[in-house]
């Protein structure tokens, strides 16, 4: 009984979908209804890291079968705190989302879309096998999609289309991984395949499958040179919308990397390392050069979404408990930096109209907590100290130099200088001066969106003050994904 608990993230949002579809035109109450089942969802990932934290494994083998031939949900103690930190982004969304809908058909389907997407961001994160990873992304994503068209301007909709197209694309790509992993290994589960890689015997072609499934789950994650499709889509969803997918869809990414690269790295042929250490430090530079060229404040973001991701997956490459340690900081930093930063953007564009740079200024005098909201997440962003940002990239570049990866770290701290610029770019565009162009005076906006902007910015505060802690907990849990073995033992013991 006690690992059933790892069903409550999914069933959880589940439930609460079918209850929001049979609630459809009451949006008040709808909303308070969303809102509950956010904050058990928060009260149920709290209990799970709870239980994770000294190391301990939840495993659920659903129907009593074997791991290698049924489903079965994993939890240990760093899906749980992904599972924590997509709780709060999620709640945060919730409690943002009202005052950034657009239109009636938004509106009207936003809570039971938002709940779907989270059953899928969830079963992502606790799924062990790579069959049912592919079932839950597919719920992710078509969720995903449905949000992005219902908030997406007539003039943004080839954009929403290019994001769709690829993501099918990655899709069926996934699938015929996953069924070519299952004709050459025998199994899709995770631990099971971890074992038969250190085995060894796997004909080329697994290998070949496996590939292909990295690369799709690169593409999830917005890794160079597959993240075209990021840039341009998110900013056309609505300001609600785009924080929840800057805050979750690439982590969950992510997520998966940092899942399953460790189980294939110590057999695969030449390596994952060395790729995919160029493939971040493609990310981080094509993602910042992007950003500095665009014209507009969610143009920016967006594009920082993609080179922050290469910091976190530099973290991976280099294959140390310090550094996948680092990694890992890094990616709960920027779930919650990144987004309030899109929300601040949101805001921004309530106020002035458009979210163009320029086109609204001086809102460090007009609106002050506004200008608050930006200003903290932005420079922990950056990697300002005392900032949550700052100390995942100090000891990413530790563990730089220590493995050796000079270019590779030396790139990492131009790019951090390069984020700081286009972070000043926004505030020097947007909030200083003289007040000019501004349309809506007052504190800025609805108050649950200035709340759930405020929330995050001081969450990167706290995280920041308390790194020593969390980091020491990250160490943990990098050794043990690093080591595999309990992880398998977990799991393969529930054949007995």
């Keep these: 009984m006690n690992a059933a608990v790892v069903m409550l993230p999914v069933l959880l949002p589940l439930f609460t979908a079918v209850l929001l579809m049979l609630l459809s035109g009451r949006p008040r109450l709808e909303r308070w209804m969303s809102l509950a089942s956010g904050g058990l969802l928060l009260a149920t990932a709290l209990l799970i890291t709870a239980r994770t934290t000294r190391g301990a494994i939840l495993v659920l083998a659903i129907g009593g079968w074997s791991p290698r031939v049924g489903i079965v949900w994993v939890t240990d103690s760093l899906s749980a705190l992904m599972l924590l ?236 408990p310090l550094a996948v340690a680092a990694g890992l900081f890094h990616t709960i930093h920027n779930m919650v930096a990144k987004t309030a930063l899109v929300f601040t953007g949101g805001i921004v564009e309530g106020i002035g109209g458009s979210g163009t740079l320029g086109h609204a200024r001086g809102l460090a005098r007009t609106h002050p907590w506004v200008a608050a909201g930006f200003f903290v997440p932005a420079m922990s962003l950056a990697g300002l100290p005392p900032l949550s940002g700052f100390w995942g990239k100090l000891l990413l570049v530790v563990a730089g130099f220590r493995a050796g990866a000079v270019v590779v770290t030396t790139l990492s701290l131009v790019v951090g200088l390069l984020t700081l610029a286009s972070m000043l770019k926004i505030w020097n565009a947007v909030f200083w001066g003289a007040p000019t162009g501004q349309r809506v005076p007052g504190v800025g906006g609805d108050r649950g969106m200035l709340g759930a902007t405020l929330g995050l910015g001081a969450l990167t505060v706290i995280l920041g003050v308390v790194a020593a802690p969390i980091f020491a907990h990250l160490e943990r849990t990098a050794a043990t994904l690093l080591e595999v073995t309990p992880y398998v033992d977990a799991v393969l013991m529930q054949r007995r």
């Design 85 to 320: 930190v997509a709780s709060i982004v999620a709640l945060a969304a919730l409690a943002y989302a009202p005052g950034s809908l657009r239109g009636p058909r938004e509106r009207r389907c936003f809570y039971p879309l938002q709940q779907l997407m989270m059953a899928g961001v969830n079963g992502s994160l606790v799924t062990g096998d790579l069959f049912n990873l592919f079932v839950f992304f597919e719920l992710m994503l078509l969720s995903s999609f449905a949000l992005l068209a219902l908030g997406t301007r007539a003039a943004g909709r080839q954009h929403a289309l290019t994001y769709v197209a690829i993501n099918l694309v990655a899709s069926a790509m996934l699938l015929g991984g996953v069924g070519a992993v299952y004709g050459t290994a025998g199994t899709v589960n995770m631990a099971e395949l971890a074992v038969r890689v250190r085995e060894g015997g796997l004909p080329s072609s697994f290998w070949g499958a496996g590939a292909l499934v990295i690369v799709v789950f690169m593409v999830k994650a917005a890794l160079a040179p597959v993240f075209f499709w990021l840039p341009d889509a998110y900013p056309e969803a609505s300001a609600g919308v785009n924080g929840l997918f800057a805050g979750l869809l690439t982590k969950v990414g992510v997520y998966t990397l940092f899942r399953t690269v460790p189980l294939l790295e110590a057999a695969a042929p030449g390596g994952l390392r060395p790729a995919l250490l160029v493939i971040a430090a493609a990310t981080m530079v094509i993602g910042v050069v992007g950003a500095l060229g665009r014209s507009t404040m969610r143009g920016i973001l967006s594009f920082h979404i993609v080179s922050q991701v290469g910091y976190m997956i530099f973290g991976l490459a280099l294959f140390t």
